[in-house]
């Protein structure tokens, strides 16, 4: 087991030996802004728990800047090598996003395809990051 902890996939959580407190809470916010995301949209279920829209997005947006806040944080404790890997895969993963969605707006402005999805964005950006993360632990590593 400690071998596969060891490995060059797992970096940023060896890294968390340093400011791990900052690591965890940053999982737990941005969690958590999850859940407010979805008291935001208005469903029949959301709604039986007396969560309002306002009050879901409120939390949300709370939550993702206390997330953000924790990330750098903990980022702060890193290595120079930690925040290479980092501005690579955030830097790659933002410009793709922002171009995907460029694409995705004008076919929708030409009818060739339905109107984005306010999750596409962030599962986009997510699994790019993740890519382009493993990507540059793999090349510089």
Known sequence: ?????????????????????????SLISAGAAGAFGAAARHSSRVANLGATPAWGLAGFVV???????????FSSFQDEMFHRIQNYSYGWAGFLTVA???????????????????LAPLLVFAIVKAFFW?????IWL
């Open 1 to 25: 087991m400690n071998s596969i902890f060891g490995s060059r996939i797992f970096y940023n959580w060896r890294m968390a030996k340093r400011g791990g407190i900052y690591l965890v809470g």
């Open 63 to 73: 939550l993702v800047l206390l997330a953000g806040l924790l990330w750098w944080r």
């Open 100 to 118: 995907v969605l460029i694409v995705w707006g004008i076919a929708n402005l030409a009818r060739l395809a339905p109107p984005i999805d306010p």
């Open 134 to 138: 493993t990507r540059a632990v793999r």
